[in-house]
């Protein structure tokens, strides 16, 4: 939305969904489902991977949203900028010039209204909502942060600040009435109507060209849209390289044999180079009446307690309900000789059953992945229509570096949760399960096998148009 507000550009935005319902319940995990229930859309859009040697073999779940705002109107809400010292490397060993952290802070602050106000780091008067949510909703968070400490990691205050690497609160894209904060509510709610056009439930097929020139988008119904000045595409990291591609733009066999034909440009990089993360769960009991469970499943028994969040998140826009539930997690190093955070945690004072439903007990959970994996793969058309599925392959775990990475990520998480702040409720493993994985510690075999079977995506796939200099 950069063109609306700096200049007296007239912009139009086209999105293949709708518009979310502006509902207010924002107590979802990371679930594509719960936040779907928010919407009017189909959502999301269901991509699955190619299957995944790395993983036994399956298919992985990589939704998107298909609505205004995109995945940021069905994600989790955890708003992490990165570390400093990925865009240094971005900028000075990548090629993605302006990039660097001195050059791109400005930006994130000046899109950001935190909570906690303005300083060296956050901004106060942007159009973003960021929250962090003080005092936390269940005693669990702050036990996993102190567990973080006493395993000899240090505490941070602000994972997007001075330091990311520790264990402390996280912030959250939520707004002070306890909404969820997406682009669109941020950027397309607020841009002046006059000079932005929103044009919605239309598919982009290609992008129309002049020669090698980009001179508008060619929509559904073959009807073109014409640009005076320039074409944006953002389509995410599956839907821009389709869209490239569709449009005769991509590697040149690729194209021939999709039945696209001769190649516009003929550019080996779109489609190339697709990154995503892995993640897993560490489930274990809790020993004590204090988790989620009783708000987080629909049983009888409970069920005054999640009707009082939703009447009280309803009223007030605060409680249970205006918390994504990843109040707190951390950020270290898999070992000696890495320079900066490649593990992250998040934290759940309960337990889920896949993505979505809540196990019937209580228990805790801490998300485990890795932040830099090495094994890279592609997007390719599977089809010429542009509201079709694509060849899409992230190749996850396909490097010894990047299952080594996982092993001691999950290991490091488990050693954090041994520490004797977690002692008065630690329970029972349960996954893994004892019978999956004796010792986490020193099983290499059976873990492994468990991360095999158990890791899904973290649903932060990127690919190589967004940032590389050299696929011009
Ligand atoms: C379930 C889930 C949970 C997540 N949790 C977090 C989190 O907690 N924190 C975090 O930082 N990140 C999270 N992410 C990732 C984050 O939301 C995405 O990285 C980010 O939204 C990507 O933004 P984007 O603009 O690149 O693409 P998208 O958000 O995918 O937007 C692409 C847009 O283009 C539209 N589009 C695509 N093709 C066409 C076409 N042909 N014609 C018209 N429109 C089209 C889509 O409908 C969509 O609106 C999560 C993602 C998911 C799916």
């Known amino acids: 939305m950069g063109l609306v507000d700096d200049s007296n550009a007239r912009s139009a935005h086209v999105q293949c969904g709708g518009q979310a319902l502006q509902l207010r319940c924002v107590c ?23 299957p995944q040697p790395g993983l036994g073999h399956r ?17 989790a809400m955890v ?5 400093a010292l990925d865009f240094e490397r971005w900028a000075h060993d990548e090629g993605a010039r302006g990039w660097d ?11 950001q209204n935190h909570s906690l106000g303005a300083d060296a780091y956050r901004g106060a008067k942007g159009p973003l909502q960021v929250k962090q949510v003080d005092p936390v909703t269940n005693p669990l968070f702050d036990v996993f942060e102190q567990a973080g400490v006493q395993a000899g990691y240090r505490r941070t205050t602000d994972v997007n600040g001075y330091s990311q690497e520790g264990f402390g609160k996280f912030d959250m894209t939520i707004g002070p009435d306890g909404t969820r904060w ?4 941020a950027y397309l709610r607020t841009a ?18 002049d020669g090698k020139r980009a001179i508008g988008v060619v929509l559904d119904d073959d009807s073109v849209l014409r640009a005076d000045r320039e074409v944006v595409l953002c389509a995410g990291a599956f839907g821009s390289p389709q869209l490239l591609m569709l449009s005769g733009i991509g590697p040149g066999g690729h194209l021939k044999e999709a039945g ?6 003929d550019n080996a990089g779109v489609g190339a180079n697709l990154q995503d993360h892995l993640e897993v769960y560490l489930q274990y009991k809790c020993t004590q009446p204090v988790t989620l469970y009783p708000v987080g499943n629909w049983t009888l028994r409970y069920l005054h307690r999640r009707v009082a969040v939703g009447l009280e998140w309803f009223a007030r826009g605060t409680g249970l309900g205006a918390s994504n539930q990843f109040e707190t997690g951390g950020f270290v190093r ?19 059953l896949g993505q979505l439903e809540f196990l019937p007990l209580h228990a805790f959970q801490v998300h485990v992945g890795t932040l830099r994996p090495t094994s890279r793969g592609s997007v390719r058309l599977a089809s010429l229509d542009p509201k079709a599925s694509l060849r899409i392959d992230p190749n996850f775990l396909g490097t010894e570096e990047d299952v080594r990475d996982m092993r001691a990520a999950a290991r490091l998480a488990d050693e954090v949760v041994q520490q004797a702040a977690f002692a008065p409720f630690r329970g029972e493993r349960i996954r893994p399960s004892a019978a999956e994985v004796g010792s986490i510690q020193s099983d290499d075999v059976a873990l492994d096998a468990w991360l095999k079977a158990s890791s899904h995506s973290a649903y932060h796939v990127r690919c190589a148009p967004a940032l590389c200099a050299c696929s011009s």
């Open 79 to 83: 708003y992490i900028r990165g570390h």
């Open 192 to 209: 002046p109507r006059d000079r932005l056009t929103v044009v919605t439930k239309r598919t982009v097929k290609r992008v129309a060209l």
């Open 260 to 265: 696209v034909g001769d190649a516009v440009v």
């Open 28 to 50: 979802s995990l990371r679930t594509p489902r719960t936040a779907a229930r928010e919407t009017n859309q189909p959502l999301p859009q269901d991509f699955h991977t190619v």
């Open 182 to 185: 997406s682009a669109a509510k």
């Open 59 to 75: 298919a992985i779940h990589e939704p998107r949203g298909k609505v205004l705002g995109g995945s940021s109107s069905i994600n």
């Open 101 to 111: 952290y001195a050059s791109v802070l400005p930006y994130f602050k000046r899109a």
């Open 334 to 352: 898999s070992r000696a000789g890495v320079r900066h955070p490649d593990v992250q945690y998040h934290f759940i004072p309960g337990a889920v």
